[in-house]
């Protein structure tokens, strides 16, 4: 067999800026090159304000940078159309939000399932999905619960079931611990380690020094710049 070429990496970000237009402009990101790797575990830090939330959405390509180009997997996101990269993020980028996100009146397994539309028409086959996604996070006892009925973690683990039936390249977590007790942010975050183990890339905001620690890779950002950059494989 030949050698394997070296696949681009997951996210490629070249001068990438952004602007809150305003009566007084926010230069909430400033130029900035990052390029993460797939299957790499990556912290982002940094006090409120900071740019974090705007980092974030410009890789979940929830928004669109000011300036620069983003690179996602190889293909140039910055120039592709609305429903282009619509499609590219519902399948392939999977989100996890502090406050989780569900529907009250949806089962777990119906809240997972509806993270498919885009994908599949076939609802037996979004329900199989979710089934297994749940499984996957260890709420197969918990199948038909509603979100009201479950704790914290529960609810977490659900959005992450969620964030990964698609199968995504890559998962963007902002702050998934913030409303979590210290040892319920222990497990949720044991989990995201097993994702990565698995081979899956995991970028993380946190406020968190413990949720930090976990990952492979830590950024620190302030006031709209990637301040520092530590490999904690190195620094061990
Ligand atoms: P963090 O996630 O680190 O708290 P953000 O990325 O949310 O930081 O914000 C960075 C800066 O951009 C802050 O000064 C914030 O007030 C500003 N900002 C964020 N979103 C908007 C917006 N939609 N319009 C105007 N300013 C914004």
């Given at each position: 067999?030949?050698?394997?070429?070296t696949a681009p990496p997951v996210i490629r970000l070249r001068g990438v800026?952004?602007?809150?237009?305003?009566?007084?402009?926010?230069?909430?990101?400033?130029p900035t090159d990052l390029d993460i790797e797939r299957?790499d575990?990556v912290?982002?830090?940094?006090?409120?304000?900071?740019?974090?939330?705007?980092l974030?959405?410009l890789i979940g390509m929830?928004?669109?940078p000011?300036?620069g180009r983003y690179e996602f997997s190889g293909t140039d996101v910055s120039a592709i159309?609305?429903?282009?990269?619509?499609?590219l993020?519902?399948?392939r980028v999977?989100?996890?939000?502090?406050?989780?996100?569900?529907?009250?009146?949806?089962?777990?397994?119906?809240?997972?399932?509806?993270?498919?539309?885009?994908?599949?028409?076939?609802?037996?086959?979004?329900?199989?999905?979710?089934?297994?996604?749940?499984?996957?996070?260890?709420?197969?006892?918990?199948?038909?619960?509603?979100?009201?009925?479950?704790?914290?973690?529960?609810?977490?683990?659900?959005?992450?079931?969620?964030?990964?039936?698609?199968?995504?390249e890559l998962?963007?977590?902002?702050?998934?611990?913030?409303?979590?007790?210290?040892?319920?942010?222990?497990?949720?975050?044991?989990?995201?380690?097993?994702?990565?183990?698995?081979?899956?890339t995991?970028v993380?905001?946190?406020?968190?020094?413990?949720?930090?620690?976990?990952?492979?890779?830590?950024l620190?950002?302030?006031?709209?710049?990637i301040?520092?950059d530590?490999?904690?494989?190195?620094?061990?």
């Amino acid at each position: 067999m030949s050698e394997p070429t070296t696949a681009p990496p997951v996210i490629r970000l070249r001068g990438v800026a952004r602007t809150y237009p305003g009566a007084v402009a926010v230069h909430a990101l400033h130029p900035t090159d990052l390029d993460i790797e797939r299957g790499d575990f990556v912290a982002v830090v940094g006090p409120s304000g900071s740019g974090k939330s705007t980092l974030l959405n410009l890789i979940g390509m929830l928004d669109r940078p000011s300036a620069g180009r983003y690179e996602f997997s190889g293909t140039d996101v910055s120039a592709i159309r609305e429903s282009e990269r619509t499609a590219l993020r519902g399948r392939r980028v999977g989100f996890v939000f502090q406050s989780f996100h569900l529907l009250a009146h949806r089962t777990a397994t119906e809240n997972v399932a509806l993270a498919q539309l885009y994908v599949t028409t076939d609802r037996g086959a979004r329900n199989d999905h979710a089934v297994r996604a749940l499984r996957t996070v260890g709420l197969d006892h918990r199948l038909d619960a509603l979100p009201p009925t479950m704790s914290g973690g529960e609810r977490q683990r659900v959005a992450i079931a969620r964030a990964l039936v698609n199968r995504p390249e890559l998962i963007l977590c902002d702050e998934p611990t913030g409303n979590l007790d210290s040892a319920t942010s222990a497990h949720v975050m044991n989990l995201l380690e097993e994702l990565h183990a698995a081979g899956l890339t995991v970028v993380v905001i946190t406020h968190d020094p413990a949720v930090a620690e976990r990952a492979r890779r830590v950024l620190t950002i302030r006031d709209g710049r990637i301040l520092t950059d530590t490999d904690r494989r190195e620094a061990a």
